[in-house]
């Protein structure tokens, strides 16, 4: 029997730090060691017992979110989620936190509809598990855990890509699509950062809760070359710029004779996640094919995966990150278990590799 995910969480109020327990507990593989009202007291837990992952608020007394998150990285590095209100303003929380080490960061859970809090459970305690696996400094690995069951395809978005009509046609525009979870925010910024700004249309999912995609596409957009913005609905995919889905909800390509645009819409999780990575992949497949280059970047579960496998099945240059560069190795593993990469490259070569296809 696998030894369960043990958790610390590190919030001033008691019925933020009740709901917590209580979503994470629902989990058979999450166990709450101990719960935390500031830094100072979780500080002397951590004395005791090293929790797997923290879940950690930001405003609290005594000493804020981040200023703890800094002092533990530097100290004792441990993988920390933020579990923050302050996304719904977008703020620049969430860059200050992945800049001192956050691994994810999630919205704190409120009362809400049953859908919204099914929603945010799940989302949770896929994040718990996958910092608990995150490639951290003196950290010891978290044992493997089992995927849940019951995930809804992309059969729930749009229909397999079976017929071979205008997406086989060449186009001169060559489309990147790239999908990255855990790590990804940070694995993004570095391959990014290192494409000139002639580079070909690129289009993005990274598993991020609804406004941060907003504020991390800001971020990126002040460094690199390339525009970096949240993909609206119909926006061009062009030469030059990088399209990131909007948190909560799908994008997917289009074609309208030699233009590729795209769409933004609502729809069930699939693959446990929305915006998926398998819907953003098999639009590809369907209205891109040859034309497309498939990257699936580091990363919790299969989201996906079997997407890439249809881009590849529909004349698509397909790569996965390799182990050792991936923060999470679930979904570029997954894939290559599939036969879907047709290449395996570290991070700092997927630049170099997108660059070359944009010449082709």
């Given at each position: 029997?696998?030894r ?9 109020s008691?019925s933020?730090r009740?709901?917590?327990t209580d979503i ?12 935390a009202?500031d ?6 837990r951590i004395?005791q017992?090293?929790?797997?992952v923290?879940?950690l608020?930001?405003e609290?007394?005594?000493?804020d ?8 990285m ?8 933020i ?8 703020s620049e929380t969430?860059?200050?936190a992945?800049d ?5 960061i ?10 919204f ?9 896929d ?12 950290v010891p690995?978290a ?11 992309a ?7 079976l ?10 525009e ?14 993004l ?5 290192m494409?000139?700004?002639a ?8 598993h991020m809760?609804e ?18 913005k ?18 909560n ?6 074609r309208?004779?030699?233009r590729?645009?795209v769409s933004v ?10 915006p ?11 209205h ?6 498939g990257?699936?970047?580091?990363g919790?579960?299969d989201?996906?995966?079997r ?6 099945g529909?004349?698509?240059h ?6 050792a ?11 290559i278990a599939?036969g879907?990469?047709g290449?395996i ?6 630049a170099a590799e997108?660059?070359?296809a944009?010449s082709?």
């Amino acid at each position: 029997m696998l030894r369960k995910i043990r958790v610390l969480v590190i919030d001033d109020s008691a019925s933020v730090r009740q709901v917590m327990t209580d979503i994470l507990q629902s989990d058979p593989e999450i166990d709450v060691m101990a719960t935390a009202s500031d830094p100072f007291v979780a500080a002397r837990r951590i004395q005791q017992e090293v929790p797997d992952v923290i879940t950690l608020d930001v405003e609290m007394p005594r000493m804020d979110g981040i200023t703890f998150l800094r002092r533990l990285m530097s100290q004792r590095p441990v993988p920390v989620v933020i579990c923050s209100s302050l996304a719904e303003a977008g703020s620049e929380t969430a860059n200050q936190a992945w800049d001192a080490g956050a691994v994810d960061i999630i919205l704190k859970p409120r009362v809400g509809t049953a859908e919204f809090l099914q929603d945010a459970k799940i989302r949770i305690c896929d994040v718990v598990k996958a910092a608990a696996r995150a490639r951290l400094k003196h950290v010891p690995t978290a044992p493997r855990v089992r995927e849940p069951e019951r995930k809804l395809t992309a059969d729930v978005v749009l229909p397999p890509p079976l017929a071979r009509h205008h997406a086989m046609a060449r186009t001169t525009e060559t489309v990147v699509c790239i999908g990255a979870s855990t790590g990804g925010t940070e694995s993004l910024r570095v391959v990014l950062e290192m494409l000139p700004a002639a580079s070909p249309g690129i289009v993005v999912v990274q598993h991020m809760p609804e406004k941060f995609t907003e504020a991390f596409a800001r971020r990126l957009n002040g460094l690199c070359e390339m525009e970096v913005k949240e993909a609206e609905d119909g926006d061009t995919v062009m030469r030059g710029r990088v399209l990131i889905a909007p948190g909560n909800r799908h994008m997917l390509l289009q074609r309208s004779g030699a233009r590729y645009y795209v769409s933004v819409k609502d729809g069930p999780l699939v693959s446990r996640h929305r915006p998926s990575v398998d819907v953003l992949f098999r639009s590809a497949a369907t209205h891109v094919g040859p034309n497309a280059v498939g990257i699936l970047m580091t990363g919790m579960g299969d989201d996906g995966a079997r997407g890439l496998l249809e881009m590849k099945g529909a004349g698509a240059h397909t790569i996965a990150q390799d182990e050792a560069t991936s923060v999470v190795f679930g979904m570029p593993r997954e894939a290559i278990a599939l036969g879907a990469a047709g290449k395996i490259l570290p991070l700092d070569q997927l630049a170099a590799e997108i660059i070359r296809a944009g010449s082709r």
